[in-house]
C-alpha cells in the first residue's frame, strides 16, 4: 500500500451523515464507517437508545439490527413501539442471531445494509476474537458497524467489546438512561425519557477524552 502525502490528505473526500439537532450537538457529522460502541449495565437503557439511533440512521442508508441476544422477542417488539419504528420503514430490518460467516456474505451482496447493529458483543465473543472484529471491518471499508456491549467495572465486556472501544469513533455508554458520548466527535450527554423513550439533551461533558 503507498504512502500518502499531506496533499492526498487534504484532497480526500469522506462521506459523512448530516447529523441535525442533538444527533450533530453529540456526534457532530460523523464518517459514513468503521465502529462504533454502545456499552453500559444490564437494563440500563442500551436496546433502546441503539433503536433509537438505528431508527434515526435510516435517514441516510439502509439499517440491520443484529438481535442476537433478545432475537424477534416481546421485548425488542415493545422496544421499537417506545422509540416510534415505523411498521412501514422499509430501510430498517432486525435480523436473529447470524453466524458472522453469513453476516460477511450477506454483507457482500449489492443491495446489502451499510450500517449494521451486533446487540451484542457477548453472544459473538468467540466469533470475532482473535482479529475477526478487525478484519470484518477492514473487509467492508464503506460499511458502519456499531456494537451494543454488556459492562463490567465500568469498561465494555467482553475482550472483544475492550478492543471495539479502543477504535470507535464514537462511543456511547448508557447508564440510568443518560447516553455519555465520547470519542473522535463533539462529546455531550444525551438522555432518555423513561416514560416516552424521547431523547433531550442534557448536561454537557467538560472534556472529551
Known sequence: MRSLSIRN???????TMPFTG???????????????IIYGPEKNGKTT???QLAN???AFDKVLYVSAEEGASMALKDACLRVGVDANN??????EYIPIADLDEKLCKRK??????????TIYADEL???ILLQLVAKHPTKLFVIVAHEERGEPYTAVAKIAKKLSKVIVRVSGMACLVS???PGGTIMIDENTATLYWGMKIASNT
Do not use: S
Request: aromatic residues 14%.
Open 129 to 131: 476474537k482473535g482479529g
Open 9 to 15: 490528505i487534504y484532497d480526500k473526500k469522506y462521506i
Open 90 to 95: 422499509k430501510r430498517i430490518n432486525v435480523q
Open 56 to 58: 434515526y440512521l435510516t
Open 112 to 121: 446489502a445494509p451499510r450500517v449494521v447493529f451486533l446487540d451484542n458483543a
Open 49 to 51: 437508545f441503539a433503536l
Open 22 to 36: 442533538i444527533w450533530a450537538d453529540a456526534m457532530g457529522q460523523p464518517e459514513h464507517n468503521g465502529l462504533w
Open 183 to 185: 470519542g473522535r466527535c
